[in-house]
């Protein structure tokens, strides 16, 4: 009963960081303050999102595969981000500043 | 408990709206690809939640270890094709 309600908690934490990613997502004005919202806000999002859902299984082997799941997704998404700005900044995208140019 | 994870379910959904916003419409490649690495992500959290309502999260955990794998290689050797090609704008 106490994990349901700590996984309730856990899963409402993650949609607050997801759906600030989302408004980032939408709002922000160039590439790279984009990825900056997506990096971050999403690997925290989606990490605790399933640390909810470890707590609402239970003790399990499933749980215990969703806890790697949970390592893999927090290394591998900042990885990925950082390959795509990499790969942006090298193909010459400029970015963007408060007064044009 | 299960109408908890159906709303956070249907929450991520509207999430991947504004992600696939930016596939369609972003001004660069990159914003393109940002876009497909976001949803690929939440479909993960998307998995989950179908397993746990319906019951069948043995089978679905696998399929989503397997997915966040494929997603993220994806991602990198998007990232990687689009650096090395010439002409690269739209």
């Known amino acids: ?101 | 408990m299960s109408t908890v994870v159906i709303l956070a379910a249907g929450a991520v959904a509207t999430a991947m709206l504004a992600s696939l916003y930016r596939v369609l419409r972003g001004p660069t490649v990159w914003d393109r690809l940002s876009g497909l690495a976001l949803i690929g992500t939440k479909t993960v959290v998307l998995l989950l939640a179908f397993g746990t309502v319906t019951g069948t999260i043995d089978a679905f955990v696998d399929i989503t270890l397997a997915y966040t794998l494929i997603a993220y290689i994806g991602a990198i050797a998007l990232a990687k094709y689009f650096e090395l090609k010439e002409g690269h704008e739209a």
């Open chain 1, 1 to 101: 009963m106490i994990s349901a309600a700590l996984g309730t908690a856990l899963l409402a934490g993650g949609f607050f960081f997801v759906a600030a990613g989302a408004i980032g997502v939408l709002r922000l004005p160039d590439f790279y303050t984009r990825l900056h919202a997506v990096g971050k806000n999403d690997t925290l999002g989606v990490a605790l999102m399933l640390l909810g859902f470890i707590l609402i299984e239970g003790l399990t082997r499933n749980s215990a595969k969703m806890l790697l799941l949970v390592l893999f997704i927090s290394l591998a998404n900042p990885v990925a981000t950082h390959a795509l700005g990499r790969a942006a900044w090298r193909t010459g995208l400029k970015p963007w500043k408060r007064n044009g140019s």
